[in-house]
């Protein structure tokens, strides 16, 4: 069974660009979730989807935006980038709509670094 | 608003010596809590959960974690420290039932001696 897949692993950005970040759900999965973890801080909940809507989002600006695909997969869009825009971007997948009981298994990330 | 708090940044033990993570949430309702283990250039693995039923729950790598409503806190215990327990972790409560929303706490980076 594959795991939670991200790429690119680690990805160079100047400010003011735009950023596409991937990520291929584990086999079965369903729901998807977008965490972004500044340097020293836990992860913050960017937005979820679920069979390819929104369900739900965090305190984010709408610069941040997603998609999901039939095929579960997903992309986390990051337009005008700022520097504190640089992160580790986590991705999480879910078996069924995580409502709470459902574990989140997550991928090793992507580290955008905004010069 | 629901948080989580983690009042250790660093915390460091010697190998084989026991070790308690602290970790205290605000929330209204029946919290899920969880404890999740990021390893240098990993991503977050979930060491155990808890929903309802039994305060004293068992994860994996020998942690378990005590859930006191009382306190408001959910500690992260093991019994004896092994060198590749260094780590950082993370205390994470579901902040919605309806979007399985995680909030995490700053996380505790634990060292271990030899």
């Known amino acids: 069974e594959t795991g939670v897949t991200q790429s690119p692993t680690h990805l160079i950005k100047t400010r003011g660009q735009q950023v596409t970040l991937r990520c291929s759900s584990q086999?079965?999965?369903?729901?998807v979730s977008w965490y972004q973890q500044a340097l020293g801080q836990g992860p913050q909940f960017i937005f979820q989807y679920y069979r390819e809507e929104e369900n739900g989002r965090g305190n984010f600006p709408p610069r941040f935006s997603g998609l999901q695909f039939p095929n579960y997969s997903s992309e986390l869009n990051v337009n005008a980038l700022e520097l504190d825009d640089s992160a580790l971007y986590l991705c999480?997948?879910?078996?069924?709509?995580?409502?709470?009981?459902?574990?989140?298994?997550f991928g090793p990330g992507t580290r955008l670094t905004v010069l | 608003a629901q948080s989580v708090t983690q009042p250790d940044i660093h915390i460091t033990v010697s190998e084989g010596a026991s070790l308690e993570l602290r970790c205290n949430y605000s929330y209204g309702a029946t919290p899920y809590l969880f404890w999740y283990v990021q390893s240098p250039g990993q991503g977050l693995q979930l060491l155990l959960k808890y929903f309802s039923g039994d305060t004293l729950v068992q994860g994996i790598k020998g942690f378990e974690a005590e859930f006191k409503r009382s306190q408001s806190s959910f500690n992260l215990r093991k019994p004896s420290v092994h060198w590749s327990d260094a780590a950082e972790y993370f205390c994470?409560?579901?902040?919605?039932?309806?979007?399985?929303?995680?909030?995490f706490g700053q996380g505790t980076t634990l060292q271990v001696k030899p």
């Open positions: 999480a997948s879910s078996p069924a709509l995580a409502g709470g009981t459902d574990e989140q298994f």
């Open positions: 086999s079965g999965h369903n729901t």
């Open positions: 994470a409560v579901v902040g919605s039932s309806n979007t399985g929303k995680l909030i």
